[in-house]
């Protein structure tokens, strides 16, 4: 597993309607490179782990199985993780899963998609205990997979403009902005009970 070097993406929350928050998945030098634990750099603003590899294969996709946790301390925490995954480029992210956060002192759990900046948020009502299942893949021409809440029987197809990925990854990923940005809600233990990088177990995606 690797924990995410920073870069700016935007994964904008339908229900955070404070200033924007930066949230990004990983850069691509972070899935190219080995970065050993005690090489990454602490901070009190982000939390967060993906394991992800680079772009080996022509079509990249990735693949999640989890359950929602619950987000605690939300009385002076306006922030959010998001659990999910996503396909990286240089420039843009396609990335799908779902925000678990804080907000005017309440916990929220959106689900969204972003494709190359197109944010769509997912029409279901998600709460702490759901199982979520999310597919994800980019061709140069489209981007398709689904979003799922197992729990609501709720099944969204994703499909978008295609693009250049260099790299998949699953996991869990928090903002950081600074060190004006406010730390991340404590947001539990999430299970992953599935996933798949480039069509095949994490172990083996190299």
């Not at 870069?7 to 850069?27: G, R």
């Not at 699953?170 to 903002?175: A, E, L, Q, R």
């Not at 004006?180 to 083996?204: A, L, R």
């Amino acid at each position: 597993m690797q924990h995410r070097i920073s870069v700016k993406a935007v994964f904008a929350l339908a229900a955070v309607t404070a200033p924007a928050l930066f949230v990004a998945f990983a850069p691509a030098s972070g899935l190219a490179s080995t970065v050993r634990l005690s090489q990454v750099p602490k901070s009190p603003n982000y939390a967060g782990w993906l394991a992800g590899a680079p772009n080996a294969h022509r079509d990249p996709s990735a693949g999640s199985t989890f359950t929602v946790p619950a987000v605690t301390g939300c009385t002076t925490t306006n922030d959010f993780v998001v659990v999910g995954i996503g396909l990286p480029s240089a420039k843009s992210i396609i990335a799908t899963g779902v925000a678990v956060g804080c907000q005017s002192g309440a916990p929220f759990y959106t689900g969204e998609t972003d494709i190359n900046g197109t944010i769509t948020p997912v029409a279901v009502t998600i709460t702490p205990g759901d199982k979520i299942v999310l597919k994800l893949s980019v061709t140069g021409s489209v981007t398709s997979g689904s979003f799922a809440d197992v729990t609501k029987g709720f099944k969204e197809p994703i499909k978008g403009k295609g693009g250049k990925s260099t790299g998949s990854c699953i996991g869990i990923d928090g903002s950081e902005n600074g060190a004006s940005d406010p730390p991340v809600p404590n947001f539990g233990k999430v299970v992953f009970s599935g996933g798949s990088i480039n069509g095949t177990t994490i172990t083996k995606s190299g």
